[in-house]
């Protein structure tokens, strides 16, 4: 989910704390575990200041080591450790409980976009994304919104946010149902389908599509039930070819097929260099894709220049290629 949504879920994570009695009769607690569930509910995304580095580096990371199964064992103790120098008596258990809760529903929901995590690391590197819910999802956003307004009225919030929640998951099973009769409908139409990847737009009954069918790739959209194929691509696997093995080993390039589940290809030959040219095929937007990696190598198959990340027109590209270090 996006920041904001996370932090409102600490509030809300904070609230519901207030119906474990131990947090309800120590007003120092509940304090300590409203920080708790704030921080909780941030931590794994720490990993957002290697976009300051460049994008290879937060691509390869980001809802990586930091959503893992060590690391949600980790932050928890972490943040109560520097909580407890704040509040020195406080019940420990129930602040790094609390904390632990916060931390690990940050990790799942974020299964639920089309972006996902490496939750299940370091057993496996796979990305889990379920692609239900979008990244930001302005139901989900104006519930909680709701729900903290509802705090200023003097309502109790344990009972607010746990009725809330309620809601919440009846609308995760609606966003489930969808994404099953959308599967379905894909099906119906096209043959010998291998996979399907939703994604979810702003628009409560829109989706985009990434289909993977024997021999070709799909791009479509769902919407109001009904499917449109919007491109269709030849399925072809990268080349056993010299200059694709070397635009493998560039950083820009390794960290988008380490992401990105389905995309297409182009390799161009010019006077001087190759150019090397990956699209995915998930994000598209106006007709045009703008998640890419591009790699071009000289006629020693160096790279010269390289980048991987989102991009809406030919111009820019061409701009932070020519600004990307040698």
Known sequence: MDTGTHILMGVALGSIATLDPAVAHDPFLSHAVLIGTLAGSQAPDIDTVLKLRNNAKYIRNHRGITHSIPAVSLWPLLITAIIAFLYPAVNLFHLWLWTFIAVVFHVFVDIFNAYGTQ???????????????????????????????????????????????????????????????????????????????????????????????KDYFYVGRAKNGRIYILDQFEKCPLPDDPVIEAAKRDENVAAFLSFSPVYRWELHEYDDYYEVRLTDLRYRSKGHYPFVAVAQLDRNLNVISSYTGWVFSEGKLRKKLDLAPN
């Open 119 to 213: 939750a299940l690391r370091p057993f496996t590197k796979k990305w889990i994304a379920l692609g239900v819910i979008n990244t930001f999802d302005p139901i989900i956003f104006a519930l909680h919104l709701i729900g903290v307004g509802l705090l200023f009225l003097d309502v109790h919030p344990g009972y607010t946010f746990l009725a809330i929640y309620g809601v919440i998951a009846v609308y995760y099973m609606i966003r489930f149902r969808q994404q099953a009769a959308i599967k379905k409908a894909v099906r119906a139409e096209i043959n010998d389908v291998e996979q399907i990847i939703t994604v979810p737009t702003f628009r409560f009954r829109e989706w985009h599509l990434a289909i993977t069918a």
